[in-house]
């Protein structure tokens, strides 16, 4: 099994930054792909970054890009999520997620093709 613990959520005003951090535990040496999610109130849920482990492939949607940069340390089984320039829309839970299988996100995140995923963490960005 698999175990995610997102930390590093908080509130800060419009234009300020946040790192996001999820410390992976249990059986972890197959985890591939990782992806961060948020899910705001009455919205579905919103894939915001991806990486692939193997190629390093990275994928961010128009709504991040540029602002929002996932990194990893496989040392420490973490992934991050450097978050800059955060506008009040970016207020949302946030989800980590992770699956063995090597994705190359060409139709963006999806949900559903994750397999594990941490408690979430608030951001909210205040204007």
């Known amino acids: 099994q698999v175990q995610l613990v997102e930390s590093g959520g908080g509130s800060v005003q419009a234009g300020g930054s946040l790192r996001l951090s999820c410390a992976a535990s249990g059986y972890t040496g197959n985890l591939t792909s990782m992806g961060w999610f948020r899910e705001a109130p009455g919205k579905e849920r919103e894939g915001v970054a991806g990486?692939?482990?193997?190629?390093?492939?990275?994928y961010y949607p128009d709504s991040v890009k540029g602002r929002f940069t996932i990194s990893q340390d496989s040392a420490k089984n973490t992934v991050y999520l450097e978050m800059n320039s955060l506008k009040p829309e970016d207020t949302a839970v946030y989800y980590c997620?992770?699956?063995?299988?090597?994705?190359?996100?060409?139709?963006?995140?999806?949900?559903?093709?994750?397999?594990?995923w941490g408690q979430g963490t608030q951001v909210t960005v205040s204007a």
């Open positions: 990486r692939q482990a193997i190629g390093g492939i990275t």
């Open positions: 997620a992770a699956d063995p299988r090597i994705m190359w996100f060409l139709g963006g995140l999806n949900p559903l093709d994750f397999s594990y």
